[in-house]
């Protein structure tokens, strides 16, 4: 029998990946019909919280997040990470201060229709996270999601921007 030692890294994160994406919907399918309407609220807060995961693989890998190039392939890094080699994903940097993460393949969306909970609920996960992360890890970005594959688009496409500063009332400082 093999031990933990002999089985290659690679199959070992595969199969943890593989877990972690089916956790989701495994939870949706037990839940949901007992929490009722709020469960995508309360799941949004545990995704939320996740992010908190997301920063700390940032810093221990020292991945770069001061352009929003930079931030989004820091962001393909950790979703890969989270959900596994199967996540399929590229960045295209648009400009100076923008760029996109395009998401082609998705374990998370895969595993849950697979179990007949994907769509609209998976996309409240990714949102959670990935709108909480972005800020984390760069203040002076925001995300903004132009497609998913959740509500039945080919890819997602996810918009790392400046994030807007809020405009200052004049008549509150007289």
């Keep these: 029998m093999p031990d933990l030692k002999?089985?290659?890294?690679?199959?070992?994160?595969?199969?943890?990946?593989?877990?972690?994406?089916?956790?989701?919907?495994?939870?949706?399918?037990?839940?949901?019909?007992?929490?009722?309407?709020?469960?995508?609220?309360?799941e949004q807060e545990i995704w939320m919280e996740?992010?908190?995961?997301?920063?700390?693989?940032?810093?221990?890998?020292?991945?770069?997040?001061?352009?929003?190039?930079?931030?989004?392939?820091?962001?393909r890094m950790v979703m890969a990470i989270l959900f596994g080699p199967d996540h399929k994903s590229e960045t295209l940097e648009v400009s100076k201060d923008g760029a996109i993460v395009l998401i082609r393949r998705c374990p998370l969306l895969e595993s849950g229709h697979n179990l007949g909970v994907g769509g609209p609920s998976t996309f409240y996960k990714c949102m959670a996270l990935t709108l909480t992360t972005v800020p984390q890890l760069n203040k002076r970005y925001s995300a903004r999601f132009v497609r998913t594959m959740c509500t039945g688009d080919r890819q997602c496409e996810i918009k790392i921007q400046e994030a807007k500063q809020p405009v200052k009332d004049e008549h509150k400082k007289k």
């Design 50 to 75: 996740l992010s908190r995961m997301a920063l700390e693989i940032v810093r221990d890998l020292l991945l770069p997040t001061s352009t929003a190039s930079e931030l989004a392939d820091s962001m």
């Design 6 to 42: 002999s089985i290659p890294d690679d199959v070992k994160w595969r199969l943890a990946a593989k877990l972690a994406a089916l956790l989701p919907a495994f939870y949706d399918r037990a839940y949901r019909g007992v929490v009722g309407e709020k469960y995508d609220e309360i």
